[in-house]
C-alpha cells in the first residue's frame, strides 16, 4: 500500500470515527462529579396504556444522574395499593444514588377504583403536590452550573420528573391549565419529563418538544396478575 492509499484510509477512519458515538471507545464507568447539563430545558410527555412510562422516566433520571446532573422525582397517585407492599425498589435504589432525590404526594388506593380510599384525600394530596412542583421549578430558577449531589432538591435541580401528573388530571384531580401552568412557569434550562395517563393530553403537546405514547399489547394484569415486587414495584 502506497503512502497515499494508507493516509486516504487513516482519513477515511478518522471521518468514520468523527460520527461515531463515543468515537468508536467503549464507554467505561467514571466517578460521578457535579456537573451542568449543556442542552436541558426540553418538556417530555410520556402517556399511554401500557407500561413502562413510570420505568422510563425514571431510567432517564438515572443516566442523567449519572453525568452529576441533579434530578428530582414527585410522584402523584403512587401512595401504594394492597398489592403493593410498603416497600418500593425504586425508592431504595435512589436513595443509594448519588445526585437524585424523590418524594411522593400520592395517598393510599387509586382515585377512582373504589377501593375504600378516601377521594377527597386524593384530591387534597393532588394539590399538594401541584404546590410542592411549583416550589421546585422555582427553586431552579437561578440555577446556572453544578449542584452538590447531596444537596436538597429546594436548593436547586436540573431536571425534574412528575410522574403520574397526567393521570391525576385525567381523573378530575388536577384541571388541564394547572399542567399548562407548571409547563409555561418553568425555568428555561430546566428538563421537566410528564408521565401518566391512558388519554391523550392534547392540552399540552403544543409545549412539548418530545411526545412518547406506550401502547399496550398484552399485559399480565389482563389476566388477573397482580404487581410483581421488583418489576412493578
Known amino acids: 500500500m502506497t503512502e497515499k492509499e494508507t493516509q486516504t ?3 477515511r477512519r478518522e471521518e468514520q470515527l468523527r460520527h461515531t458515538p463515543g468515537k468508536g471507545r467503549t464507554p467505561t464507568p467514571r466517578g460521578i462529579e457535579p456537573s451542568v447539563p449543556e442542552e436541558f430545558g426540553f418538556v417530555q410527555v410520556w402517556w399511554g396504556d401500557g407500561k413502562g412510562k413510570t420505568t422510563a422516566a425514571m431510567g432517564m433520571g438515572f443516566r442523567a444522574a449519572g453525568h452529576g446532573y441533579r434530578v428530582h422525582m414527585l410522584q402523584f397517585m403512587k401512595g401504594g395499593a394492597s398489592s403493593v407492599e ?6 431504595n ?5 448519588p445526585g437524585y432525590t424523590y418524594e411522593n404526594s400520592g395517598h393510599f388506593g387509586w ?10 384525600e386524593h384530591a387534597a394530596r393532588a394539590r399538594g403536590g401541584l404546590h410542592r412542583a411549583h416550589e421546585l421549578e422555582e427553586a431552579a430558577q437561578d440555577v446556572d452550573g453544578p449542584l452538590p449531589l447531596d444537596g436538597d432538591a ?7 420528573i412528575l410522574d403520574e401528573v397526567l393521570y391525576a388530571v385525567a381523573q378530575g384531580l388536577l384541571d ?3 399542567v399548562v401552568d407548571l409547563v409555561e412557569s418553568k425555568p428555561e434550562s430546566l428538563e421537566l419529563v410528564l408521565t401518566g395517563s391512558h388519554e391523550k393530553p392534547d ?7 418530545l411526545v412518547t405514547q406506550v401502547r399496550k399489547e398484552k399485559h399480565p394484569i389482563d389476566a388477573g396478575q397482580r404487581a410483581r415486587k421488583g418489576t412493578e414495584y
Open 86 to 91: 410498603d416497600v418500593r425498589g425504586e425508592y
Open 9 to 11: 484510509d487513516e482519513s
Open 93 to 97: 435504589a435512589i436513595d443509594a444514588f
Open 154 to 160: 429546594d436548593d436547586g435541580i436540573h431536571m425534574l
Open 203 to 209: 392540552y399540552v403537546y403544543e409545549y412539548a418538544d
Open 111 to 120: 382515585h377512582g377504583f373504589m377501593d375504600g380510599s378516601n377521594d377527597d
Open 176 to 178: 388541564e391549565q394547572d
